[in-house]
């Protein structure tokens, strides 16, 4: 995917979480959009995700949406329990 186009899907999917968690407190919003920025950069750093992962994590179906979310916080998980993770090429 083209860079330009995963900086979009990037910029839409923290305009969603943030839109999502209007009510919480800003500063705690702010360290949210920010963690899950860095662990979907980082996640696509690693080239964990399948052709698909950033427009359903920006924009699919809220199950879906859901889904993808999952994905990047077991693998938030897994890093800080000292795991390496890769993928499988497809």
């Not at 083209?2 to 968690?21: M, N, V």
């Amino acid at each position: 995917m083209r860079a330009s186009a995963t900086t979009t899907l990037r910029t839409q999917l923290l305009e969603r979480l943030a839109l999502a968690w209007r009510s919480a407190r800003p500063h705690y919003r702010s360290q949210l959009v920010l963690k899950i920025g860095s662990l979907f950069d980082r996640f696509l750093d690693e080239r964990l995700s399948d052709p698909t992962f950033s427009s359903q994590i920006a924009n699919g179906q809220n199950y879906v949406h859901e889904q993808r979310m999952a994905e990047l916080l077991l693998a938030d998980y897994l890093w800080t329990c000292g795991f390496d993770l890769s993928s499988a090429p497809e």
